[in-house]
């Protein structure tokens, strides 16, 4: 059976090519990112396991890691400290992308998101300061893993003093939608891209 534990540094490389795998609103990103399969990874993975370790969670089977459930208790202070101690690396490795945006690779327009990154917390912060992502390969999707994750990480959060979590889903991954929906989350916002859902941890 798979099992959920905490990540260790050694999955780092696992977890990226999961955020690949899921890269393309939840179905398979990696023939679109084959000039840097890693562009997503850098941004959805790898904070999280540097500056949120006791929140970062990994599932895993005989194959390997298939899976993770990652969270930031305060959303704000995660963005600083990625502002400050991540994004700079990211920005000097890899330039803002050259010529017309109409022609870029989807990996270069992640690279430009390095570059002019955007922070929404949806309102009111104060109920759902926290915020997390879910990503599961194919082969352990619609065995109970992703609930049991998302509850793990709900109780991490609330004894971390939490009042609850916000989370993104793109409006093209309605399979997400409705798992986060039987979670109980909720509509807090939505942009022309991403649907915004919170979740107050009381509700649970």
């Known amino acids: 059976m798979p099992t959920v534990r905490l990540a260790r540094p050694e999955d780092q490389a696992a977890a990226y090519y999961v955020c690949l795998k899921t890269g393309d609103h939840g179905r398979d990103g990696e023939p679109f990112y084959r000039d840097d399969p890693d562009a997503l990874g850098r941004i ?29 208790l305060d959303s704000r202070a995660f963005y600083q400290q990625y502002d400050r101690r991540w994004r700079p690396a990211l920005c000097e490795q890899f330039p803002y992308p050259a010529g017309d945006p109409a022609t870029w690779t989807r990996a270069e327009h992640v690279h430009s998101w390095y570059h002019h990154p955007e922070y929404f917390c949806p309102e009111p912060y104060a109920s759902y300061p ?26 991490a959060l609330a004894q971390r003093g939490s009042p609850g979590a ?13 798992f986060y929906a039987r979670l109980g989350f909720h509509e807090l916002a939505r942009t022309a891209d991403d649907l ?6 009381t509700d649970f």
């Open 130 to 155: 926290s915020h997390m992502h879910i990503d599961l390969l194919e082969r352990v999707r619609g065995q109970g893993i992703g609930r049991q994750m998302m509850q793990q990480q709900v109780k």
């Open 166 to 178: 916000h989370l993104a889903v793109s409006l093209k991954n309605t399979d997400a939608q409705a």
């Open 44 to 72: 959805f993975v790898g904070p999280y396991l540097a500056f949120e370790p006791e929140l970062s969670l990994v599932v895993e089977d005989e194959q390997g890691v298939c899976g993770y459930c990652l969270a930031a």
């Open 196 to 201: 915004y859902l919170g979740q107050r941890f």
